[in-house]
């Protein structure tokens, strides 16, 4: 079992920029997958963007495709967001997810991750 502590949530300006960052115990960090995802108030969770075991792989949702960037510190055991651009409707909680194991690709649906943080929230102003 995984367990992961997001941080780096707050309030930013529209057009502004946070990192977020999720720590990683418990499973030997290169084993397995991560994504972001987020949740709006009256919102389903939905995927930001994830990166498999290797840090070759990853996918974006079209919405923050340009503006966000995740990477992985295999060494630190930290998967890392980087939100430039922000948006007001970029405000959510995010949730840091692993998933199951080396794979070649990294995943954009919820059911392929086994674990997930707590959430931090991004709040953007206009």
């Known amino acids: 079992q995984v367990q992961l502590v997001e941080s780096g949530g707050g309030l930013a300006q529209a057009g502004g920029s946070l990192r977020l960052s999720c720590v990683a115990s418990g499973r030997t960090f290169d084993h397995y997958g991560l994504g972001w995802f987020r949740q709006a108030p009256g919102k389903d969770r939905e995927f930001v963007a994830s990166?498999?075991?290797?840090?070759?792989?990853?996918k974006y949702a079209d919405s923050v495709k340009g503006r966000f960037t995740i990477s992985r510190d295999n060494v630190k055991d930290t998967v890392y967001l980087q939100m430039n651009s922000l948006k007001p409707e970029d405000t959510a909680v995010y949730y840091c997810?692993?998933?199951?194991?080396?794979?070649?690709?990294?995943?954009?649906?919820?059911?392929?991750?086994?674990?997930w943080g707590q959430g931090t929230q991004v709040t953007v102003s206009s």
């Open positions: 990166i498999n075991w290797s840090g070759y792989a990853t």
């Open positions: 997810a692993a998933d199951r194991g080396r794979y070649q690709q990294s995943f954009n649906e919820a059911v392929d991750y086994v674990s």
